[in-house]
């Protein structure tokens, strides 16, 4: 229900808009302390209504970070790819889901999202409390667990819309809160990370 609600308001955002908060968003992005010191940034591209990704991408390649990108596997979990620019993208159509920009070179492996510094995760919303409220498809959760198994701890940061940053999300068990979250207007910190920033 909540998801469908989410998913209503950004369907109904023009282009414009869309490209409107992909600049802004990029623009407070890379001023994050944590993507000012990353070597390599697990991302994603993103699709329809989503707030717009592809100039954080090419603004981290130009300052010489190693980008990775996902490509979506049949079980739903991730394998990773690096982005060498827009010229680097698939367009992958995966049954009946939407299509996906995909990186169209070499596979890297489900675990090469370990070697990140900085995850960036799509999402539909993120509450108080840092809890973020995915598409449902899980394949978000697989790479959460997997850093967990290999005692990874990148940042883990969140891009969304200001209307998308919520009193109280629903929480499964399995979930773990974000770090940070990045909108058009400004970042939030979570966690012991809000703690560090406010001394």
Known sequence: MLRREFLAVRSRLTADDVRESAAALAERALGLPELVRARTVAAYVSVGGEPGTLALLDALRARGVRVLLPALLPDNDLDWGAYTGEGSLARVQHGGKMALFEPAGERLGPDAVTA???????????DARGMRLGRGGGSYDRVLARLERAGAHPALVVLLYDSEV???????????PVDAVVTPSGVRRFGDGARAADR
């Open 116 to 126: 990140a510094d900085v995850v960036l995760l799509p999402g539909l919303a993120v």
């Open 166 to 176: 919520v009193e109280l999300v629903p929480e499964e068990a399995h979930d773990r």
